[in-house]
């Protein structure tokens, strides 16, 4: 999240879109029912489904699965046309007046720069003109035909209310009314915030959704300021922390990027990332990677990692592509890939077609479970008849299940979608043999060490100069484990503005990420944590939940990252001389002398407005990002191409071109195409999805929520269920082009048939949480239905949108 729950109630709007709070995050749902109680703020909900949370909306628009971008682009053209966007906020903090290079150019739905044969894009057109001293040129009158304004509104003019009809299914006149609500925020004193989740990651186009709602939210002034934001309300309880670790394959801890195979020069690395400043008097904060960076590396490698051999940058992996889920499982169904280590991960429920990933599972030499519960992959050897066939006579994997802990049955620490880290203390004993993740992790890799100690092998360096600095090296505590992500001095640091003045002694606990140095004389294992656990002890376990402006603003209640800063970009809620643009939402503001208010702001204290840096201190622009320039593989603007497995077709915005039906740089496997479907053997639009009763395929072990949701239930819109002769209660066959699974039939009002550019789009939901073993009804597995095809920047699945067909049985 930009911003953070508890802010939510600051809203005057509150625009959900590609999630469904009240069912999938009932808790942090509160402060929208605060924000409607006691601000009169409006709720907006826009779902191909009537959800919980449009139950209790103050308007509700429907749309078809997947075409998020042209709705939102569709809002974009309208605010540009009706000129509703806040002018002050888009002409200082946005790129609105920058010009883009010559021969940057979009035609026919396509790029600059496009191979086919790759799939991808020579990105190089996509970037502003820059004068003789490297800064960008700017037109402040925005009248350049080549200014990111002119190129912008050019570019959704195409998305008309008409447009969005054909391609959404959402009537004009609901389409029209959303757009108003939203306007109503572009003025200084209203403020707006969305909320969005897996509708809008779960797409082959999902990153650029997200764009095209963060670029509606900065023409209405609304991110940086109390109330606004763009807010991805997150999935399992610390999966926010499984990306501030860097725990994907081509990522460091706290965002810093792992380098690729042809990045093995060291100092092309940094400079690739440490970036100069674009635009006069700005910060570029990300000047300080090599800071950032050469800590990890200490943190990692101690004293092995010096200036001398680059901080021991050869150690670190450099590979040809992401290891991303859909990259794994094609490898293993290749027989490409030997082992495999499944660490709370139920891979054969949650990762899309079922059929491949078991394909792959028997391929795979030896398999490692570690879960607390016996799982679906744990045992994908075995025969559950109908639901799952095997023949273990034929499987040659070697499965090892070791059983772990829960997170309440430990110490530690859970970061939250408002990136706050919160300390939480062991609520019982572990049963049984089950150890935490930890101790297991370093016992493999104590064992692992002494192998390669005792007898060699291929590039051991790393494993065995690995630094390991614990008490007991097979169970390092969390304690222990938190106070190395904060990270520590190794020698007396020196106060950097008070020269000769000691800031820091050597073995002290850092106070903050402004004093890594990159000379090796710091370590901290993750920067955006370096505050977390400082001198003054655990920030983490902090309770203190007083609000002194009584703006939600608890700055001592646990630690968020970055720099305990709440609101993420908070001098965008004032105008260039430091006033804040609505005193009644006020966090921060320049007093004549410094800033003061109720958040962190990211300057020093002293920085006077006058000197002109701008709040996006992140861009080496120094303001935010219409024209995503090279950052984005499907282009720097968002545009709409269809799902994989579209009931049209075609694209509406180009139906001549059927080369940009779908997402052009999408990584698609020969196999995974084959295996798509088509409208006319699948005629219905298919989407998957959560209730509250469940948590994934892990509550279905418990009794109670077995007993409130027993078992696998499909939900069609009464029109089609008319159609097909299906009632509530019979049991159906979804199939897909991949596999079928049986469901009992839930018909329903609550979806709706759309009519999209002269056709009928019917939905049928599939809810996620059913599979073989546990408590509840056995039953197939939902992604026996799903496509493998991935997001084109995060390879995430799209699981939301596909198509299937239903038969009564
Ligand atoms: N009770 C419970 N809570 C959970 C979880 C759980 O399993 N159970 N899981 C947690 C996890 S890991 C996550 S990631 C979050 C997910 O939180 P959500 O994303 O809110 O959960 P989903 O149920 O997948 O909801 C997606 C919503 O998007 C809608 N949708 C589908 N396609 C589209 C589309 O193309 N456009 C738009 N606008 N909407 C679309 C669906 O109809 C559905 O209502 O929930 C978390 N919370
Ligand atoms: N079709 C479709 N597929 C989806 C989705 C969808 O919306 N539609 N959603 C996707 C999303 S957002 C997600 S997050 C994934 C979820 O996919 P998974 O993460 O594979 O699903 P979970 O059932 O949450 O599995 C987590 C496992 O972790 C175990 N566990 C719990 N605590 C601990 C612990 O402390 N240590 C260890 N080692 N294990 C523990 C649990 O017992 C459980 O088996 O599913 C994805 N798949
Ligand atoms: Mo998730």
Redesign the pocket.
Same mark, same amino acid.
């Given at each position: 999240m930009t911003n953070h729950w508890v802010d939510i109630r600051n809203a005057d709007v509150i625009l959900v879109?590609?999630?469904?709070?009240a =069912?999938? +995050?009932?808790c942090g749902f509160k402060w929208v029912v605060e924000a409607k109680a006691h601000r009169g703020a409006r709720l907006v909900v826009?779902?191909?489904?009537y959800?919980r #949370?449009a139950s209790v909306a103050d308007y509700y628009a429907p749309?078809?699965?997947?075409?998020?971008i042209a709705?939102l682009g569709g809002v974009i053209n309208y605010l540009l046309t009706t000129n509703q966007i806040q002018h002050e906020y888009v002409k200082h903090y946005t790129d609105f007046s920058f010009i883009v290079r010559e021969d940057f150019a979009f035609e026919n739905g396509l790029y600059s720069g496009y191979d086919a044969a790759k799939r991808a894009y020579d990105r190089s057109t996509w970037e502003y003109e820059f004068d003789e001293t490297g800064y960008v040129k700017a037109d402040e009158t925005l009248s350049h035909p080549r200014c990111v304004y002119q190129l912008m509104k050019n570019h959704f003019s195409r998305y008309t209310p008409e447009m969005v009809e054909k391609i959404c299914g959402t009537p004009r006149e609901k389409f029209l009314h959303v757009c108003e609500i939203l306007a109503s925020t572009a003025v200084p004193n209203r403020a707006g915030t969305v909320l &969005?989740?897996?509708?809008? #990651?779960?797409?082959s186009i999902g990153s650029q959704i997200i764009r095209t709602g963060a670029m509606v939210q900065l023409l209405l002034g609304n991110i940086g300021i109390s109330g606004g934001g763009v807010n991805a309300?997150? /999935?399992?309880s610390n999966?926010q922390g499984l990306t501030d670790l860097g725990l994907l394959s081509e990522m460091l801890p706290g965002y810093m990027e792992l380098p690729w195979e042809n990045e093995q020069d060291y100092e092309a690395y940094i400079q690739h990332h440490a970036l100069k400043p674009l635009r006069p008097n700005q910060l570029s904060y990300y000047q300080n990677y090599r800071a950032f960076f050469v800590s990890m590396m200490k943190s990692w490698w101690g004293d092995t990692a010096t200036k001398e051999n680059n901080w021991a940058y050869d150690y670190l992996p450099k590979p040809d592509k992401t290891y991303d889920l859909i990259q794994n499982v094609e490898s293993m169904s290749q027989g490409k890939m030997t082992g495999y280590v499944c660490q709370g991960f139920n891979m054969i429920a949650s990762a899309p077609n079922k059929a491949k990933v078991f394909e792959g599972l028997c391929k795979l030499k030896w398999l490692v479970i570690m879960d607390p519960l016996a799982t679906e992959t744990s045992e994908f050897w075995k025969d559950f008849g109908d639901y799952h066939k095997a023949d273990s006579s034929k499987i040659q994997t070697e499965v090892f299940r070791l059983p772990t802990t829960c997170f309440a049955e430990e110490n530690g620490s859970v970061v939250s979608s408002s990136r706050v880290l919160q300390w939480h203390w062991k609520g019982a004993e572990p049963p049984g043999d089950a150890l935490g993740d930890a101790e297991i992790m370093s016992n493999l890799f104590l064992r692992l060490r002494e192998r390669y100690r005792s007898e060699g092998g291929a590039w051991s360096e790393p494993i065995l100069k690995l630094n390991w600095p614990y008490a007991n090296p097979a169970s390092p505590t969390p304690e222990e484990l938190a106070k190395e992500y904060n990270g520590s001095a190794l020698s007396d640091l020196e106060d950097p503005r008070s020269p000769g003045k000691l800031a820091v002694r050597a073995g002290q606990q850092l106070a903050g990420f402004s004093q890594l140095r990159d000379d090796g004389s710091t370590a901290s294992g993750c920067w955006v944590f370096c505050g977390a656990w400082t001198e003054a002890g655990n920030m983490m376990a902090r309770r203190d939940n007083s609000d002194p402006t009584n703006i939600g603003q608890s700055l001592g209640w646990a630690w968020a990252w970055p720099d305990n800063r709440r609101i993420l970009y908070n001098r965008a809620s004032c105008d260039l001389n430091g006033q804040p643009f609505d005193p009644s939402r006020a966090i921060v503001k320049w007093d004549g002398k410094q800033w003061s208010g109720a958040d962190v702001i990211d300057y020093e204290k002293d920085e006077a407005p006058s000197l002109g840096m701008g709040p996006f201190i992140m861009n080496p622009e120094g303001v935010a990002r219409f024209f995503a320039r090279a950052r984005m593989n499907e282009g720097p603007f968002p545009e709409h191409y269809e799902p994989f497995e579209t009931p049209l077709g075609f694209n509406p915005l180009h139906p001549d071109h059927p080369e940009v039906t779908n997402n052009p740089v999408a990584r698609v496997f020969a196999r995974d195409r084959k295996d798509f479907g088509t409208a006319a053997e699948f005629p219905y639009t298919a989407? #998957? &999805?959560?209730?509250? =009763? +469940?948590?994934?395929f892990w509550t279905k072990h418990a009794r109670l929520n077995a007993i409130i949701q027993p078992e696998q239930f499909v939900e069609i819109g009464d029109e089609l269920a008319n159609e097909l002769r299906i009632v509530s209660g019979d049991t159906v066959r979804v199939s897909s082009r991949r596999g079928h699974i049986i469901a009992i039939a839930l018909v329903t009002k609550r979806i709706q048939p759309l009519r999209v550019d002269g056709r009928t789009v019917h939905t049928v /939901?599939v809810p996620l949480?059913w599979g073989y073993k546990g408590l509840a009804k056995p039953g197939y597995l939902a992604n026996t239905l799903t496509p493998s095809v991935g997001d084109a920047n995060t390879q995430t699945p799209e699981f939301?949108?596909f198509l299937v067909k239903v038969e009564k049985v």
């Open positions: 879109m590609g999630g469904n709070a =069912e999938a +995050h009932p826009v779902d191909p489904r959800t #949370t749309i078809r699965t997947g075409t998020d709705f &969005y989740a897996l509708g809008w #990651t779960h797409h309300l997150r /999935g399992h999966i989407t #998957t &999805y959560r209730l509250t =009763e +469940h948590f994934h /939901g949480h939301k949108s």
